[in-house]
């Protein structure tokens, strides 16, 4: 079956530039993460859903990341006003329910110039 | 917060040989630890997982060895073969706070 899909695969912004990243999780999935790669890191903490409810926003590094899911599906994380130091891989992650297996995207490589 | 460390960072192993990657954790509310498999370019895989009621777990060439006591867990890889060069990273999370807390990752390379 279809895995969890997120776009656009490679993204390149100036530094002040607003992004959106985009997540379709894995249909029926509760729950969806999003987390953060640095390059030769392991991925971080961003913020958790479970349907449309915000349970878990404690890895936003800033207030320039917001992250949505309004109808319990399809998330968006927005940085806005982006600066070098966003470049990295966003991956998206979701799970059936909260505390199972958690099945990630191919993440959106975010380069900010 | 949960911090999980992972070593070696590199590891070179002869094809048909064995692999081991260790972890710990720091919080012993953890109670979930999953290993995944990253190849360039795409997200992590999942390969195998342990909950804190099992020590070990095992999947053809793959098993995991779970020590609650010591806070460690271990992946093993054993007759390795070429598909097997990745980065392998371990996690740690518990029920009720379901964020995957990474290791840093071992970068594997099988050498034919």
């Known amino acids: 079956g279809a895995g969890v899909s997120q776009s656009p695969r490679y993204k390149v912004a100036k530094r002040g530039q607003d992004v959106a990243l985009r997540c379709d999780p894995i249909?029926?999935?509760?729950?969806l993460f999003w987390y953060q790669q640095a390059l030769g890191q392991g991925p971080e903490f961003l913020t958790y859903f479970q349907n449309e409810a915000q349970l878990d926003k404690s890895g936003l590094p800033s207030d320039r990341f917001f992250a949505e899911r309004p109808e319990g599906s399809v998330s968006t994380l927005k940085i806005q006003r982006t600066q070098q130091e966003d470049s990295a891989v966003y991956l998206c992650?979701?799970?059936?329910?909260?505390?199972?297996?958690?099945?990630f995207g191919p993440g959106t490589r975010l380069t900010v110039l | 917060g949960e911090n999980v460390e992972q070593h070696p960072s590199t590891l070179s192993v002869q094809e048909g040989d064995s692999a081991v990657i260790k972890c710990t954790y720091s919080?012993?509310?953890?109670?979930?630890f999953p290993w995944y498999k990253q190849e360039l370019g795409k997200g992590p895989q999942l390969i195998i997982d342990?909950?804190?009621?099992?020590g070990e777990k095992k999947d053809q060439r793959i098993a995991v060895t779970l020590n609650k006591t010591a806070k460690h867990f271990s992946l093993h890889i054993t007759e390795t073969q070429p598909e097997d060069s990745a980065v392998y990273f371990c996690a740690a999370s518990n029920f009720g706070n379901e964020k995957l807390t990474f290791g840093t990752g071992t970068r594997l390379t099988i050498i034919p």
């Open positions: 342990i909950r804190s009621n099992v």
């Open positions: 919080d012993s509310a953890s109670n979930y």
């Open positions: 992650a979701s799970s059936l329910v909260g505390g199972d297996t958690q099945y």
């Open positions: 249909s029926g999935h509760v729950s």
